[in-house]
């Protein structure tokens, strides 16, 4: 009796399997962009996206107006308003016009974040002629208040003459990062000190569009921030020529 319940019991087990494979066969694939690493998607949209502009591109998604000599509408950083280091508000307002280089941080990051900062100190003095500013946002806002910050800007040596260290509303800060600079920023409980931030320091124009991307965490990757800089100069100046 034990033996052929111990059968039956095996031929149902076989059948369900059956079943299920058969179930499995006939469902579509997951999308792996579903579980891609932000980083790789924004990179593959940064690719497939890039509009050539002299010799640097534009990143993001670009729009055309018919009628209108076919003009094109580039992606730009939207408004903004937060407060520094130094308490005071500060919002995109004062960049309108300026070549400005932006990053993602925490002060209490222990991987990337440091030598991000030092690469960033060193771009500010490479660039002390060429009328640059700075931005850096904080992932987290609830710990990193004026006062947190304006210690970090002490720690590290930072010129807060053209370098603002921002925080205010978490949600606000992690909207802008993804839908403005294109970069993902989360609280990720199994990232180093809590929060997934982007590696990258992202390139400006005077216009408010994106214009490079570069590892923060590479120092030889400073010197071609001053290059693209420049080539921005000239490329305004053929601008205001024209």
């Known amino acids: 009796m034990n033996k052929i319940l111990l059968i039956s019991l095996m031929i149902i087990c076989l059948i ?11 469902e579509e694939p997951l999308d792996p962009e579903l579980y891609m690493h932000p980083d790789s998607i924004k990179d593959r949209m940064d690719n497939s996206l890039n509009i050539e502009s002299s010799s ?27 407060v520094n280091q130094y308490g005071d508000t500060i919002s ?28 960033m100190v060193k771009l500010q003095e490479m660039t002390k002629e060429l009328n640059v500013k700075f931005l ?13 910050l ?39 409980a199994l990232a180093p000190g809590g929060f997934l931030h982007s590696e990258k320091m992202m390139l400006i124009d005077q216009l408010g569009r994106i214009r490079g991307y570069y590892d923060g965490t590479d120092e030889s990757q400073m010197n071609d921030i001053v290059n693209d800089i420049k080539k921005l100069r000239i490329e305004q100046d053929t601008i205001n020529r024209n």
């Not at 369900?16 to 006939?26: G, I, L, M």
């Not at 850096?136 to 006062?147: A, F, I, K, L, M």
């Not at 807060?160 to 609280?187: A, S």
Request: hydrophobic share 25%; glycine share 6%; charged share 25%.
């Open 16 to 26: 369900s399997c059956k079943q299920e494979e058969r179930k499995k066969e006939n």
């Open 136 to 148: 850096s946002y904080t992932v987290d806002p609830n710990r990193d208040n004026s006062e947190t």
């Open 92 to 119: 995109s307002k004062s960049y309108i016009g300026h070549i400005y280089i932006a990053d993602f941080f925490f002060t209490s990051c222990p991987t990337i974040c440091p030598k991000m900062t030092i690469n």
């Open 150 to 188: 304006k210690q970090y800007q002490d720690a590290y040596g930072i010129n807060g003459n053209n370098w603002n260290l921002i925080t205010g509303d978490q949600y606000k800060i992690y909207e802008l990062g993804v839908k403005g600079f294109l970069v993902p920023n989360q609280e990720d």
């Open 56 to 82: 640097l591109p534009i990143h993001g998604i670009k729009e055309f107006i018919e009628g209108i000599d076919d003009d094109t509408i580039y992606h730009t950083i939207p408004n903004w308003q937060f």
